[in-house]
Each structure stands twice: as structure tokens, then as C-alpha cells.
């Protein structure tokens, strides 16, 4: 079974609904018209970059340039980390935070699986490194957002909760240990639904794909699978990488709890 | 011997502050609502970043970590806080807490404490401290939602465990009669500055 090829004309049919939605949004004075047309325009625009930035990439299938794409790759989703959390860590905390635990999650099982399960040759093969590396940080990135965001917003909240227990001799850890758990459950929520809900309530983006590029059915789902794996075990370690490391920076070398690190 | 020396203790708000307070006895501290007292008490009881050094029974707060200080030097803050659903989970396990000289029967520690009144919270919070058995007392206004007759309670047991545990009480307290009844030194503070009385 071949693809079958979305010539120039068959988007300008689906871009014209596009258009139509924009019009009837006008019509009733929604307002959102001229998003819905900046939108379409910036996903267009975006994703042809990235479709142009891929195919230099496949061609190449150079292991520096593969590099130089995961280390942006893992910039941006640490930057989206940060830009999720009502109280930020100061002096970079955040990004830091971010960025380490999606390198020691979504990096390490992605290479894993690259190396044991996968194997294309070279092991960084682009075709594959690329796509799995995106969804991997993808999902450990909202998991460790929702984390980080819940810990720092509910110690700020239970200040003087915290304080009543270090008051009466308990260290940092201990003061903080049910807040921390929390939330790690927090972060790990959205995993354990896509992994609850997939084929049932939602069929995953990839499957949709490979299955619409005339994969067979059977081979998609066990790809999926393992796609739905890699991301439990990513986005669990990550989370719990980072929720440790905020409520650990939540206190000083005296067991003090330091809010005046959070803005 | 567990006298409580502060030497040039400060922060950004307060001090420095210098003075002692001898095993086994009670210093009053007073002042203006807004004037330090409890940021001095928090940077006493090493809960916020600050200057200096404070010794109890000779040993410096720097010498040992943060709780086993916070264990050692018991605050008091003037409003309590409770974590978890009932008052015993907040006392430490076999707690010898002396709740009836305070007006408690021992199934207390059965109660939910969203049940409490503020003057029952008051009352537990200074039983779960000494039940901790520190060696000297940081206390904010312990009497200030109480009515005349716990507050002689309070002070009766406060008394009772600076003679028995040999402890020196650092005191916070707006009522003169109180100061002049329990402590045998008086300390003002203003401003962030301290004076001797």
C-alpha cells in the first residue's frame, strides 16, 4: 500500500475551511478571526521550516548536527518549563531544573530504546532520533511543568504549615514530604490518562500516522506501545528527577524553607 | 546549664541584638507591635538567614544543623499550625505531655483539630513543644488568646519546666503585670534595636 500524495490543491481545499471558520467568526463577532487566520498562517509556516530542516538533517545523517538538534530540542522544552510556573525559581533555577531532568529522562530512555530496542543503523539515525527524541520531551515536558508548578505554588501556600514542623525539630525533607508527593502524582496524571484513554477514547497521533502512511495496523500498535512505555518511563523519572531537585532547593544547607528563592 | 546567649545577632529588619539568659531563668521581651519581636524570635530560632552567633549551654547554633538547633531551642510562634487530621499526630510517640496541668483529659489527643478553638490550639501548641523537651524557650505571646485563668495556667507551666529543666525562657509579652510576675529581666525592643530594662 503506497501513500497517497496531498498535492498543492488538495491544501488549498482544507485551508479554504480555514478560511470559512474565520468568516463565520467574523460574522458573529467573535473576535478570534484574525487568530484563526495567524494561526493557520504560522503553522504553515512552521512546520515547512521544519519539514526544510528535516530533510537536510535525514540527508546528512551527521551525529554533530543530530546533537545540535537534541541540545535545542531540550533548550526549548526547558524554556517552556519555565514559562509554566506562576512562581519561577530565581536565577535561572527553573530552566536549570527543567533542562536536567529531561536530559536524564527523555534523553536517556530515548537513547536507550535507540540502542536495544530500535537499533536503526547508525544508532542516531535522524528518521528515528528525531521523532522519538520530540515526543518523548514533548510529554515529560507538561509532566514536569504540572510537577514543578504544583510544588512551588503549594509551598507557597502551606508556608506556615512548613514552618510548624521545622519549628518543632523536623528537617526540610520531612516538612515537605507530603507537598512533594503530591506533586510528583500531579506531573505523572496526564501520562497515566493518554496511557488509560489510548485506543479507546483517543487513537494516538503517531498510530493515526503510520496508519494513514500504509503502515499495517499491527505494526503501528506495537510501535505505539512502545512509544506509550517510553513515555511512562520518561515522563515518571522526570518528574520525579525534578519535583526532588525544586524541593530540595526549597531549602537551604540549615533546613530553612528559603520562598524568597521562588519570584 | 542551659543559658541562651545571643551575640550580634541581626538581619535586614532587626539587631544586632546582644544579650544572655541565664539557665533556668525568664527574660521578658516588649515593644511595639511591628517592631521586630517575632522576626527576632525567627532569626533566634534559625529560621530565617542572619548575622551572628547564638549559643545554648555553650554550644554554637552554627556547631549543629538546622532541626537539631530548632529541637534544642523551642519556638513558640503566636499563632499555631497543625498538619495533619487529629492533635496526637502532632506529639511525638509515648509523648509524656503534662495535658491535664493545662486542663486537658489525655483522650485529647484524639480530637480532629479543625475542632479546636484558637485558645485550645494555643494551649496544645506550647504542650506539643515542651512535649520535645528542649533546653530553652522562645515563646511569642503564649497567654495572647487566653482568658485570665489558662493564662495562669500557662504561666504556672512555663514556671514549672524552666525550674525542672533548668531552661532559659525567652519571653514575648504585652501585658506588664505578666513581665514583672514571670521574668526576672526585662529586654525592649524597638525599631529592630534592642535595650536592656
Known sequence: METIHLSPVDLSIASGLVLALAVVTGWLGLAVSRRVIIAAIRT????????????????????????LV???????????????????????????????SM??????????????????????EPRYAIPLLGMMTGNTMTGIALGLNQLSNTAFDARATIEAQLTLGSSGAESIHDIRNDAIRTGLIPMLNSMA??????????????????????????????????????????????????????????????????? | MSALAVDTVHTM???????????????????????GKSLLLRALADLDPHDGEVR????????????????????LPTESRWWAPSVGDHF???????????????????????????????????????????EALLLDEPTANLDSESGARVEALVNEYRAS?????????????????????????????????
Not at chain 1, 487513537?203 to 513515555?231: H, K
Not at chain 1, 518528574?239 to 520562598?259: P, S, T, W
Open chain 1, 44 to 67: 504553515t509556516i512552521q512546520l515547512s521550516l521544519v519539514g526544510i530542516v528535516l530533510k537536510a538533517l535525514f540527508a546528512a545523517s551527521n551525529p554533530l548536527w543530530m546533537a
Open chain 1, 70 to 100: 537534541a541540545c535545542v530540542m531540550l533548550a526549548v522544552a526547558a524554556y517552556e518549563v519555565r514559562a509554566r510556573q506562576k512562581r519561577r525559581f530565581r536565577g535561572g533555577w527553573s530552566f536549570g531544573i527543567g533542562g536536567v
Open chain 1, 103 to 124: 536530559f536524564l529522562s527523555s534523553f536517556a530512555v530515548t537513547v536507550l530504546m535507540l540502542l536495544t530496542v530500535v537499533q536503526p543503523t547508525p544508532w542516531y
Open chain 1, 197 to 263: 484513554a489510548a485506543g479507546v477514547v483517543s487513537l494516538p497521533g503517531m498510530m493515526t500516522g503510520q496508519i494513514l502512511a500504509g503502515n499495517a495496523p499491527g505494526e503501528a500498535v506495537r510501535y505505539q506501545i512502545l512509544i506509550m512505555f517510553m513515555i511512562a518511563a520518561g515522563t515518571g523519572f522526570g518528574v520525579m528527577a525534578a519535583v526532588f531537585i525544586g524541593a530540595r532547593r526549597l531549602f537551604d544547607e540549615r533546613d530553612r524553607l528559603r520562598l524568597d528563592r521562588l519570584k
Open chain 2, 13 to 35: 529588619h532587626v539587631g544586632p541584638a546582644t544579650f544572655e539568659v541565664a539557665a533556668g531563668s525568664c527574660t521578658a521581651l516588649w515593644g511595639p507591635s511591628g517592631s
Open chain 2, 56 to 75: 545554648v549551654d555553650g554550644t554554637a547554633q552554627s556547631a549543629m544543623s538546622g532541626p537539631e538547633w530548632r529541637r534544642r531551642v523551642g519556638y
Open chain 2, 92 to 134: 511525638p510517640p509515648e509523648s509524656t505531655a503534662s495535658f491535664a496541668s493545662l486542663g486537658f483529659e489525655p483522650d485529647v489527643l484524639a480530637w480532629q483539630v479543625d475542632r479546636l478553638s484558637s485558645g485550645e490550639r494555643q494551649r496544645l501548641a506550647l504542650l506539643r513543644l515542651l512535649a520535645r523537651q528542649p
Open chain 2, 165 to 197: 529543666h533548668n531552661a532559659a525562657v525567652l519571653w514575648v509579652g504585652h501585658d506588664r503585670e505578666q513581665r514583672a510576675r514571670i521574668a526576672t529581666a526585662q529586654l525592649r525592643i524597638d525599631a529592630g534595636k534592642i535595650e536592656v530594662v
